[in-house]
């Protein structure tokens, strides 16, 4: 489920139980984004993961927080965040699968996980041959800095404004980058905390979606613990 599907479905519900007045969303600028992470570059001998041994390979419900339900894995190809129509038009592929932002994936897979509130976990990986995992992950990254403030319109036109700024998270993998983002429409405002991690042949993005801002160690701890389940090691 996109960012904007799910924000309007949170601006519904609540627009029966608060007022208009108590909605906006007051919170400080978001901080700047971090320094640019230079990956490890992994070998080409490394090989690209085929779609049943990625998708085995994603987190399960049992490793998110506690409340957590899977959901139906998403069709290919979502399109992100922003929308029918995004302006900067290049800033609709910010929350898009990894697949999609950076093209030419052996294989490429998602999960999704609904919790109480609104909150979700969205987790897509995408694999690469001949290292371009690497490339693929600077790509994904080089997307951020023109899309610190951007908008978008839904398929009912109805405006939607993205702010997106750094998130404090410990490097993770073989190069890992985290932002956050805020989707706010009609006064009501989704959280989105996002990790991009390489491991490999492939890239990770794994994005904690809440109604109020999400813990940022939950986010540690399920970046943690997919490195470790593509890398193959025990643990959860």
Avoid: H, W
């Avoid at 294989?107 to 690469?128: E, K, L, P, R, T």
């Amino acid at each position: 489920m996109g960012s904007v599907t799910r924000l309007a479905l949170l601006a519904g519900a609540l627009a029966l139980t608060v007022t208009a007045c108590g909605n906006k969303d007051s919170a400080p600028p978001l901080p700047s984004l971090g320094p640019t992470v230079t990956p490890k570059t992994p070998g080409t001998a490394t090989p690209a993961l085929d779609q049943y041994t990625l998708r085995s390979d994603l987190l399960d419900v049992s490793q998110l927080p506690a409340g957590f339900t899977a959901l139906d894995d998403p069709p290919p190809g979502n399109t992100g965040g922003a929308g029918a129509k995004t302006d900067p038009a290049p800033c609709a592929k910010v929350l898009a699968e990894i697949g999609t932002q950076a093209p030419g994936a052996v294989a490429q897979v998602a999960a999704q996980f609904a919790g109480s509130n609104f909150a979700s976990v969205d987790i897509d990986a995408a694999s690469y041959a001949n290292g371009g995992a690497a490339q693929a992950f600077s790509t994904a990254q080089g997307l951020l800095a023109g899309c610190t403030k951007y908008s978008g319109r839904d398929a009912d036109n109805t405006n939607v404004e993205f702010r997106l700024g750094g998130l404090d998270q410990p490097q993770a993998g073989d190069g890992s980058t985290s932002f956050q983002v805020r989707t706010t429409s009609e006064g009501m405002t989704l959280y989105t905390d996002v990790t991009i991690v390489l491991v490999g042949s492939t890239v990770v993005q794994i994005a904690y979606s809440d109604s109020k801002e999400p813990d940022p160690q939950q986010l540690t701890a399920m970046t943690a613990a997919q490195v470790r389940k593509l890398q193959g090691a025990a643990g959860p």
